[in-house]
């Protein structure tokens, strides 16, 4: 793909009135004749309003670091392939029976062909399918809503909770750089020199040798410690730990309800306070073209939170008292409120994709946007994806 051509033309400061200058994301006649969202395609309320950096660069602070792999004119392969996939459905997850063949997981994936091969194996749709089922398992549901609550995923939220308190006795060094803070150095070995003893917190007899596959993905789950860095990656490392969990019937489906809203809440919690701490670099962030330097997840989620909700709309994310009075209850808003702290200027221009899919009618779209969004943008991506580790839970069939 002709990544060069489409970074350049954001930038037409010398040529005001050359075809170009128009909003690359809207969409164009020859493929959809009503305004839709960028990325799922998504019939819209209103058309995407123009990005307020064609005039000229993005804003200076959110430069991507790579060619942008997101917002391409809406020709472009990934939205189409984003258009036209089906949205993912729920799977149940298999779960293992003796004997037993944990071993240490390793990388597989090197080319688009291994993206493929991984798709159309069982393992790449049920792990994709267990997403999907977490999903749904929070549709309609506040954060505080009450929810089957297991000693499993009470043990769970004392190890984050454990990893949380970690980062108020490793202060963060005393350095000028804006980025990558050093200390989180110290925090993340301490996580993988106790990693094994917090997995043997929960684990029955029977499974306790399966730490040896296990923790590599929940070490991943927190940031790379060398560049001193999180995204969407290791985000999908946590989605894979508790998928192997579930595997082994350690999670059972009763509990996914918990682990959206007591786990993954209490997950967002530390990843947000190491993000603030040891100011975390986003991983290849996708910069202004991105949904969000970090997470993905929390989108998918809530979503699913507000499908059917009776007045907040996917527009409402405008709205400041709404987003006062209810980001604690809805991961989506909790979302937007930690970006539009975390980043100055006008909301459009620093997450101009957000704002598109805020004219997106319903939650539901929304919902099965983002489900398709997230398997073409990170699951399907090999920079991403060249990390992903397969063992004996997660097979490389």
Known sequence: MDQD???HHHHPDNCPNSPETHSPRSPSSDTINVPTCCKCGAPTAFAAPPPSW???SPPPNYRPIRAPAINLPPNNNTQQAIILAPVPQAQKV????????????????????DIRHFHDSDSGKNFLGFVVALSESIRGHKISDPCHQSSTIDTLLSILQTLIQWVDEI?????????????????????VENSEALMLQFLPDDLQSSTIEIVPYFTDSFGNSSRIDFGTGHETNFAAWLYCLARMGVIKEEDYHAVV?????KYLDLMRKLQLVYSLEPAGSHGVWGLDDYHFMPFIFG?????????????SIHNEDILENFSNEYLYLAGISFIRKVKK??????????????????????NSGLLKMYKVEVLEKVPIMQHFLFGWLIRWE
């Open 5 to 7: 051509h489409h970074h």
């Open 54 to 56: 064609s005039e000229g």
């Open 94 to 113: 298999p779960v293992v029976t003796p004997p037993f063949h944990f071993q240490t997981p390793s990388k597989r994936i090197q080319s688009p062909d």
């Open 171 to 191: 202060p963060p060094a005393q350095l000028a750089s804006r980025y990558g803070n050093v200390a989180y150095r110290t925090w993340h070995a301490r996580l």
């Open 261 to 265: 809203a007591r786990v993954f809440v």
């Open 303 to 315: 979503s699913s939170q507000l499908i059917g909700h009776k007045y907040m709309k996917p527009k």
């Open 345 to 366: 200027g006008p909301f459009s221009e620093h997450s101009p994709l957000l704002d598109d899919i805020s004219g997106v009618p319903t939650w539901n779209k929304v």
